[in-house]
């Protein structure tokens, strides 16, 4: 199953909804340290609702010690960035993927980007400039869990 990733998360409100989704999803969520805010932050808590006791969040404290866990598990980094050359709707996703967010105030740094396996983006209108992480995490997470045939089982 594909984890999400956030690099140095700033809004702990977004963090939240990730948080949420991943929970709804069956899905891991990786925070690569240091965050904007305490990981305990009350809009954290809120916006995760009663869903984040159910998260699964695993925290590397630097962005070194994420990179060298994925090494050692060999796995796939595919970083979601506006400066991506294939749209999420082409791309093939794989069980194993790390989906990365970059922070929503500036991205990740271009180490980051030299380190992906993958880019990819989000097809917008040309005057746009983004989508709020966490709708972009909603989106790619749902077409890598089709694709992968790792959608949860719809409750009756």
């Known amino acids: 199953m594909p984890d ?6 700033d809004i702990p409100q977004n963090t939240g909804t990730i948080l949420r989704l991943a929970a709804c999803m069956g899905v891991p969520v990786r925070i690569i340290e240091p965050a904007g805010f305490p990981l305990s932050d009350h809009a954290l808590k809120r916006a995760g609702m009663d869903y984040l006791e159910r998260a699964a969040m695993i925290r590397h404290v630097s962005y070194e010690a994420f990179r060298s866990w994925k090494q050692d598990c060999q796995r796939r980094m595919v970083l979601v960035t506006t400066k991506g050359s294939v749209p999420y709707t082409e791309f093939s996703f794989q069980t194993d993927d790390i989906l990365l967010f970059g922070r929503e105030s500036v991205g990740v740094p271009e180490t980051v980007h030299a380190d992906a396996d993958a880019r ?4 917008m209108m040309p005057s746009m400039r983004s989508l709020n992480v966490a709708v972009s995490a909603a989106m790619i997470i749902g077409e890598a869990l ?3 045939g790792e959608l949860p089982a719809e409750s009756p």
């Open 120 to 123: 990819i983006r989000i097809p």
């Open 146 to 148: 089709r694709q992968t």
């Open 4 to 9: 999400l990733a956030l690099y140095q998360p």
